[in-house]
Nanobody, 123 residues
Framework: QLQASGGGLVQTGGSLRLSCAAS????????IGWFRQAPGKEREGVSF????????YYAESVKGRFTISRVNAKNTVYLQMNSLKPEDTAVYYC??????????????????WGQGTLVTVSS
């Protein structure tokens, strides 16, 4: 089971750190993706960290502002979000993939999903 948390209301330019914690399995062996879905829009991939070498990837819209990291000792993956913009407002989901991910933004590649945490950025 995955548990996403850390969302909230923040002003433009503010920061939040989202957490994705696992129970029942060890995240070390899983690739993790963060996705978001804004009202009336399709879900989109935001960030990804591999299980093998820790490689990270970001959507162009968040590159330079968001940072994904994992702390294996806490069985948790974080998404640090800085310089937030109103267009970052969405429900954020974390997802875990056990096997090698060939298309990191494809939701079907992931085995487990967190319940989502709402991020609201006010202008």
């Amino acid at each position: 089971q995955l548990q996403a948390s850390g969302g909230g209301l923040v002003q433009t330019g503010g920061s939040l750190r989202l957490s994705c914690a696992a129970s029942g399995f060890t995240l070390d062996y899983y690739a993790i993706g963060w996705f978001r879905q804004a009202p009336g829009k399709e879900r989109e991939g935001v960030s990804f960290i591999s299980s093998s070498d820790g490689s990270t990837y970001y959507a162009e819209s968040v590159k330079g502002r968001f940072t994904i990291s994992r702390v294996n000792a806490k069985n948790t993956v974080y998404l640090q979000m800085n310089s937030l913009k109103p267009e970052d407002t969405a429900v954020y989901y974390c997802a875990a993939a056990e096997v090698v991910v060939t298309s990191i933004w494809a939701a079907a590649e992931y085995d487990y999903w967190g319940q989502g945490t709402l991020v609201t950025v006010s202008s």
